[in-house]
């Protein structure tokens, strides 16, 4: 079974930043042939895309929301995985999931494997 675990999330205020990890714990299964992605989830609305990274590090998607801001980028020797969040904004709150899946989409059906999610506050 692969646990992905999500660290890096806290308090910012706007226009701060903030790194996101997400390292796949695991003995006997390596993600490093996985897609990586980023999701997040606000109060009351529907979990959605943020970023996606392929497996070589050659495809990255981003949303139209974050794009010119956030960076997504791993480290396949760590199993690893990471999303760079600058100028945050207060609209950027949320839980954030990192996942894991076969081909770099955007939709969450796409994804095996699931962090327990970390949460972003960005205050105003």
């Known amino acids: 079974q692969v646990q992905l675990v999500e660290s890096g999330g806290g308090l910012v205020q706007a226009g701060g930043s903030l790194r996101l990890s997400c390292a796949a714990s695991?003995?006997?299964?390596?993600?490093?042939?996985?897609?990586r992605g980023w999701f997040r989830q606000a109060p009351g609305k529907d979990r959605e895309f943020v970023a996606v990274i392929s497996w070589s590090g050659g495809t990255k998607l981003y949303a139209d929301s974050v794009k010119g801001r956030f960076t997504i980028s791993r480290d396949n020797a760590k199993n690893t995985v990471y999303l760079q969040m600058n100028a945050l904004k207060p609209e950027d709150t949320a839980v954030y999931y990192c996942?894991?899946?076969?081909?770099?989409?955007?939709?969450?059906?796409?994804?095996?494997?699931w962090g327990q999610g970390t949460q972003v506050t960005v205050s105003s």
């Open positions: 996942a894991a899946g076969r081909l770099p989409m955007t939709g969450l059906n796409s994804y095996d494997y």
């Open positions: 695991t003995r006997t299964f390596s993600t490093s042939t996985y897609a």
